[in-house]
């Protein structure tokens, strides 16, 4: 009997040209990484020292999820927790709500895809505007991240001129990449303009200093973030780390594995908020605790979030994104997905393959 996913892998196959080229695009990203892992050393312990790291601190997050919350509250940013996607969302729309705030401009955050937040505030009444390029392609789409570093990956540009030639006036049949980037710029500028807060994600929280530090390509975030008096972070606590020292290991493994950099064009910093702003910081737990108390799989936690694994697996590299039914794909977002609800997501669980 055929699976959700395998009706929804043999829907992409029918577009041979996209299936293959979709394959061939995130092998060479994946290529790209191991070329540059040659070029570091000591590329292994840098890897066995991040997991060193990532699990002494989920194992005492106690500990440093605390610290992180003090020290960033000394810092002058006010600490939100929140128990699941509900309260994370509700504390989002609260804070909005009380700076009379109606557009929301963001950059990528797969933890507001996890809580479905766009939708809950757009219901009442925020504009929420995605400002990373790829997330801003699929929101004029009307669809989700197929990937979730690449979230475009599945979409070739001429798809991309079509969409933008709809939406943004752009002139028909031009599909030339720079002339596309330009006029997403320019499109999204003006709705950075007009913005009355900024959301960021969190690739990492720095428990020593409060720091709440976010990886980007675009320079969107700091955009965002320089432009608007209040800025709201959407983080995981699975993403705090303990030091400065630590940070240094994950920065210099993150772009390498996760686009085949070196490093990304932005690693910025939030400590204090700018003179006259917010920052806020929501906390979220929603189901992190169930994992960490579950011996058998606490080393979900420890996923940085570069998806590696999904470049590597050739099932999902041939069937795409979409042939997963949870908001994370390929081989860790299999495994999130049955900690999650093995009922719903069972249909996954064969889908993907990692022996390279």
């Known amino acids: 009997m055929s699976t959700l996913h395998t009706k929804a892998a043999t829907r992409f196959l029918e577009n041979e040209q996209q299936a293959e080229w979709h394959n061939q695009t995130l092998w060479v990203v994946r290529q790209k990484r191991d070329r540059l892992a040659m070029q570091v050393p000591e590329w292994e312990q840098l890897r066995e020292a991040a997991k ?63 809580c479905e937040m766009n939708p809950y505030l757009i219901e009442r009444g925020i504009d929420v505007v995605e400002s990373d ?5 699929l929101q004029l789409n009307g669809t989700a991240p197929s990937h979730i570093v690449l979230p475009a990956i599945h979409m070739m540009r001429e798809e991309v001129g079509e969409l933008f030639a709809e939406k943004l006036g752009t002139e028909k049949g031009n599909s030339d990449p720079t002339y596309l980037t330009r006029a997403a710029r320019t ?37 965002g973030t320089s432009l608007s008096k209040l800025h709201i972070v959407s983080m995981g606590i699975e993403k705090i780390i303990p030091n400065s020292k630590s940070l240094a290991v994950f920065t210099r493994l993150l772009a390498r594995s996760a686009t085949g950099q070196p490093t990304t064009s932005y690693t910025s910093h939030y400590r204090k908020p700018i003179d006259g702003g917010e920052i806020h910081v929501v906390m979220v737990d929603n189901g992190r605790s169930d994992i960490l108390a579950n011996k058998e799989h606490i080393q979900t ?17 041939h069937s795409g994104g979409y042939s997963y039914t949870y908001f994370i794909p390929g081989p860790i977002g299999i495994n999130l997905a049955m ?8 249909d996954n669980v064969s889908a993907f393959l990692l022996f390279f």
């Open 301 to 317: 936690l420890k996923c940085i979030r570069c998806g590696a694994c999904m470049n590597t697996c050739p099932v999902y590299r």
């Open 52 to 114: 060193n790291i990532k699990m002494h601190t989920i194992t005492h997050l106690d500990k440093y999820a605390q610290q992180f919350a003090d020290i960033a509250a000394a810092n002058g940013v006010v600490v939100h927790w929140a128990k699941d996607a509900e309260e994370h969302n509700r504390i989002v729309y609260e804070i909005l709500a009380s700076h009379q705030a109606k557009k929301l401009v963001k950059s990528k955050s797969m933890l507001t895809e996890e």
């Open 187 to 223: 499109h999204l500028r003006n709705e950075f303009l007009t913005a009355d807060a900024a959301m960021t994600g969190c690739n990492f929280a720095v428990a020593e200093t409060g720091d709440v530090v976010v990886c980007t390509n675009e320079g969107n975030a700091d955009m």
């Open 133 to 137: 390029l790829g997330e801003r392609i």
């Open 339 to 346: 900690l999650k609800n093995p009922k719903k997501y069972s």
